[in-house]
């Protein structure tokens, strides 16, 4: 039975079935990742991680400073679409194009950055009217309570339009209207899901929180953590639906 636990557990299995070779075989886009977020804490003033940060502590990065904040940021968006497309593919090849390298071409990667941005805009075209009504939620429940259904939203609108990713990351093309008819048969089921992925990340949210004080090393260390963690689930949940609706591969 095609469900949101079934898919989640699929998900998950994917990636802890065997973690010595899944972590070998992300280790070039974990480690872009890692370098990301040392450079961006090495570069960033410590007031900028104050939880009272105000509008005018921006302009506290010294121009010299910049250029690393720049660089180090591209090299987390380059370690993410690494660590995604590697995953994608890693799980999607199969018989014959085994042989195909694991690595993405330039190509590959340029294509899932551009799919990428697509999601994104159409996610923030999507806001308005979510925060809209999430906004009147929120004068009849409490705010955390609207800010959670916003996210599960969020989530849903991003799995019925984001098995464009996957296929980009196998070089081929698929329109975001194709990913929202292929991923309809669940779209019930995705809510699931889109919950299920709201409440992780509320709870490792929580969790961080109460374990480290806002701004301290170790709470920026391990919300970078939670962050990867959550970006891999994503990601093999993706590779999960895509495999299963365009693939037609079994979840058990």
């Known amino acids: 039975m095609t469900n949101a636990p079934a898919l989640l557990n699929h998900a998950l299995r994917m990636l802890v079935h065997d973690p010595a070779v899944t972590l070998r075989i992300l280790m070039p886009g974990l480690l872009l990742i890692v370098a990301s977020s040392i450079g961006i804490t090495y570069f960033m003033p410590g007031q900028m991680w104050s939880p009272t940060l105000t509008p005018d502590q921006?302009?506290?990065?010294?121009?010299?400073?910049?250029?690393?904040?720049?660089?180090?940021?591209?090299?987390?968006?380059?370690?993410?679409?690494?660590?995604?497309?590697?995953?994608?593919?890693?799980?999607?090849?199969?018989?014959?194009?085994?042989?195909?390298?694991?690595f993405p071409g330039v190509g590959v990667m340029g294509s899932y950055l551009w799919r990428a941005i697509i999601v994104a805009l159409v996610q923030i075209a999507?806001?308005?009217?979510?925060?809209?009504?999430t906004g009147?939620?929120?004068?009849?429940?409490?705010?955390?309570?609207?800010?959670f259904?916003?996210?599960?939203?969020?989530?849903?609108?991003?799995?019925?339009?984001?098995l464009i990713l996957p296929a980009a990351a196998m070089g081929r093309q698929m329109r975001i209207a194709e990913s929202w008819q292929a991923t309809a048969p669940l779209a019930g089921p995705l809510w699931g899901v889109a919950?299920?992925?709201?409440?992780?990340?509320?709870?490792?949210?929580?969790?961080?929180?109460?374990?480290?004080?806002?701004?301290?090393?170790?709470?920026?260390?391990?919300?970078?953590?939670?962050?990867?963690?959550?970006?891999?689930?994503?990601?093999?949940?993706?590779?999960?639906?895509?495999?299963?609706?365009?693939?037609?591969?079994?979840?058990?």
């Open 126 to 133: 999507a806001a308005l009217p979510i925060l809209a009504v």
């Open 149 to 162: 259904l916003a996210g599960i939203i969020f989530f849903w609108l991003a799995l019925r339009i984001s």
């Open 195 to 252: 919950a299920m992925l709201s409440i992780l990340s509320a709870v490792l949210a929580l969790v961080i929180g109460m374990l480290t004080g806002a701004g301290s090393t170790a709470n920026i260390a391990l919300q970078n953590v939670s962050f990867i963690v959550e970006a891999l689930i994503s990601i093999s949940v993706l590779t999960t639906l895509y495999g299963h609706l365009i693939e037609g591969r079994p979840l058990g």
């Open 58 to 102: 921006v302009e506290m990065i010294e121009p010299s400073d910049a250029g690393g904040v720049l660089l180090a940021g591209l090299a987390g968006v380059v370690g993410y679409i690494l660590t995604a497309v590697i995953w994608h593919r890693h799980v999607l090849l199969t018989g014959a194009a085994r042989e195909t390298p694991l």
């Open 136 to 147: 009147l939620i929120a004068t009849v429940v409490s705010l955390f309570l609207a800010g």
